[in-house]
């Protein structure tokens, strides 16, 4: 069964007239096409696949061609996934009208509609975008078991009585009926990676090559194992994101380290609910990896692979040789997992696979692939110079730099980057805020670990006599397992409020703050920069001992 959206408009354009007779002679139409592509017309399929073609039927029938021709391209079904997923409406019509206006289907959409210029589309545009929409969830509504549709019916009776209470113990006991029927609602992987793959994505360009290269391995082996193998910084988790995003049915799991999601059971239990929402499989509720792969086997096609994107393998956790998170030696036909790790000896590769099982190794350090990584990299600087929050500050900056630096500030910034995105990600946005204010560009930090020995030296953390209870808020911070409010880090640093504070405003391009609590958490961006603290040199005139660090912790646990 073909549901590529090229096919499926093939199909809908002969019958795409402008007006239909009624409304019954509509619904034969729309029948007839489903029929045409192999859907029943009364039971949509599960997959996002199958919803989108099927609500490309049910939508198109009576809409003009260049619309048709616009839902046609893969560009606006991956914009649509995305922006349904992560429930953004407007990052959809945002992304339909740059591709109408760079296309020459942007002309054709406004020859159809009667408009003077393109710049007038988008109040045109914007309700056939909206009424796919609606057409898509009413359809993925369908997708509904009788049981879910009544669980969602009880839940919205409970919601409307909750309306019309004032009392506040009132509202607190009717809301606890809620629980346990709530109607299920299958994320299109686990939800605690949502705000994850938004971060990683948001500011996301290039690597087309990568993306190319698991697509060439897919379509030339049967199943297999692809990895993504490159230093701290180089984007390997932002590429496993942006695949996943890209990819509707993808299933992924990220290893995170600091907060100690790392483990092999974790990604068991999540890869495992992963598969049995997307297949509907039946006592798979305590199944290894290798009997849930087995019976998700028969439901696997060339057309739709089994495709598990692991990222981070470095920062697992677990103890013994066999294969890191216990993966499968064999796999079943058109299974396929995309790794992502940081450089290894041959003793620490941890995945041996069965004879016969293909593997591929895409290097991000290779010469070849620094080449293309040098592309992106200078792709990203523009987007960043681009951005509404750090294009004033930067370009001021640039504007303060002797004449020879400004008219090659891409090109030169790329060199210090040393191709590292994690090194534009910090210096970039402290650039715009004056951080570097005192400074030339050539005397900005090179690579990703000078960039954290310079800041590490400017945050006075080498200043005699050393700074030891700022030093050990840091090391507080790296220790602990998951982001902590300024009151916690204080009680386990044993320091003030006010100093932990400091330290935040200090280290702040460093930290990702957690604001969806109150008070805020924070916790450091990337493994890397515990790394950096963790090194000899740095440990040792830094004066502490990382074992007290932990042991302090330990002891103030609850």
């Known amino acids: ?60 029938i009576d809409k003009p061609e260049p619309i048709l021709k616009l839902f046609r391209q893969r560009d606006i079904k991956v914009h649509f996934w995305r922006s349904f997923s992560l429930d953004d409406t407007d990052a959809f019509v945002d992304k339909v009208l740059y591709s109408i206006e760079s296309t020459r289907i942007g002309d054709e959409i406004v020859r159809e509609l009667g408009l003077q210029a393109k710049q007038n589309i988008k109040e045109h ?57 709530i109607p299920k609602i299958v994320s299109p992987y686990a939800e605690e990676f949502k705000p994850l793959i938004k971060e990683k994505t948001e500011l996301f360009c290039g690597r087309q090559f990568v993306f190319d290269a698991i697509q060439e391995f897919i379509d030339n082996n049967s199943k ?81 692979p089994l495709i598990i994107v692991v990222d981070a393998l470095d920062e697992v956790d677990q103890e013994g040789s066999g294969n890191l998170l216990y993966l499968p ?14 450089p290894y000896e041959e003793s620490e590769k941890r995945l041996n696979v069965s004879p016969g099982i293909p593997t591929d190794v895409l290097d991000l350090r290779e010469e070849s692939q620094q080449t293309k990584s040098n592309r992106d990299v200078k792709e990203y600087i523009l ?24 008219d090659d500030f ?60 700022k030093i050990k808020i840091v090391y507080v911070m790296c220790a602990l397992r998951s982001a902590a409010s300024r009151l916690i880090i204080a009680k386990y640093s044993k320091q003030n409020e006010l100093t932990v504070q400091e330290v935040i405003d200090g280290w702040t391009q460093f930290l990702q703050k957690q604001e969806t609590y109150d008070p805020p958490r924070y916790r450091f961006y990337h493994e890397s920069f515990r790394d950096f603290l963790h090194r000899r040199d740095i440990v040792e005139a830094a004066g502490v001992s990382l074992p007290d660090i932990s042991g302090e912790i330990d002891d103030n646990m609850p």
């Open 224 to 304: 297999g194992y692809f990895t993504i193998v490159g230093d701290a910084g180089m984007g390997k988790s932002a590429i496993a994101a942006k695949y996943v995003l890209d990819n509707p049915g993808t299933i992924c799991f990220f290893n995170i380290r600091a907060e100690g999601k790392n483990t092999p059971q974790l990604f068991l239990k999540k890869v495992r609910q992963q598969l049995i929402n997307r297949y509907d499989l039946q006592n798979a509720a305590d199944a290894d990896l290798s009997t849930l792969l087995t019976k998700v086997g028969d439901r696997i096609s060339a057309e739709k």
């Open 329 to 342: 030696m064999n796999l079943p036909e058109k299974v396929y997992f995309v790794l992502t790790r940081r």
């Open 383 to 406: 987007q960043l110079l681009k951005d509404e929050k750090y294009k004033q500050g930067v370009n001021q900056w640039i504007k303060k730099q002797q004449d020879k630096y400004k």
């Open 410 to 469: 891409v090109v030169r910034i790329a060199v210090k980057s040393e191709n590292n995105f994690m090194y534009l990600r910090c210096v970039l946005p402290a650039i715009a805020d004056g951080f570097y204010n005192d400074k030339h560009l050539d005397e900005l930090p090179d690579g990703l670990q000078g960039y954290y020995e310079s800041h590490w030296q400017i945050m006075g953390m080498t200043t005699k006599p050393l700074p030891k209870n």
């Open 125 to 181: 545009i914007s309700p056939y975008l909206k009424e796919f929409e609606r057409v898509f969830t009413n359809v993925a509504r369908l997708t509904q078991t009788p049981a879910e549709v009544m669980q969602g019916k009880n839940f919205r009776e409970i919601l409307e009585s909750v309306n019309q209470l004032s009392n506040p113990a009132e509202v607190d006991a009717k809301l606890k009926e809620t629980i346990g029927i």
């Open 1 to 60: 069964m073909n549901l590529h959206p090229v096919t499926v408009i093939t199909k809908i354009l002969p019958c795409a007239v402008p007006k239909i007779i009624d409304k019954a002679q509509r619904n034969e139409i729309v029948i007839q096409v489903l029929k045409n592509l192999n859907l029943d017309p009364a039971h949509p399929p599960k997959d996002f696949d199958g919803v989108y073609a099927y609500s490309l039927v049910e939508y198109g």
